[in-house]
């Protein structure tokens, strides 16, 4: 998930200015050159909307090896320099069932391998979400506000995950991907059209 936006006013409702979503900030005037560019960099890497990876379910992680945790660091890496909040491996091209979450700037990155959600709340809520693979695109979306996750660390140590909130919306978005699911498929239809047609001006050539 990219980092939701300034027009957000306090962070108790959820979306810390810093972040939202996996990564794209609306708009960052905040951040200086140097660290416009490592986002920049760091976005080279992550796959774009129309890419066949985005739309493919995601494989089992089955190593929990020395290559996995490189394959995460690099993953948090990137994650932190695109300031996103989540970051799926599928959205690296990888297709597995990975990805790393941190919803605080001063939070550790959370790794979780092969997650199930095994409980949603009844209550949800509406936020808007942006999308590293969907870069200057923001829709509202619908999620259960708490989510209970099992899941493997990077070590392969079971875990549980109770969130609540940007946490429990950050897991959905990022499990979504590894189903090949894209937020714009849980938006409603007159602002997936927006979206869509937002998308086609943003391909053509200046
Ligand atoms: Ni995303």
Known sequence: ??????????????????????????????LDEEARERRAAALTHVRLFGDPVLKSRALPVERFDEILREEVARMGQLMHDAIGVGLA???????????????APDAPIVAVANPEVEWS???????EEGCLSLPGIHVDVERPIHVRIRARDERGEKMTIEATGLEARVLQHEIDHLDGVLMLERTSRD????????????ALPA
């Open 1 to 30: 998930m990219a980092a939701t936006t300034e027009e957000h006013p306090e962070p108790d409702d959820l979306e810390p200015p810093e972040a939202q979503e996996e990564g794209a900030p609306r708009a960052a005037p905040h």
């Open 89 to 103: 491996a599928t959205q690296l091209g990888v297709m597995h069932r990975l990805l790393v979450y941190r919803v």
């Open 121 to 127: 709340g009844k209550a949800k809520e509406i936020l």
């Open 191 to 202: 602002q997936r059209k927006e979206a869509m047609r937002a998308l086609r001006e943003s």
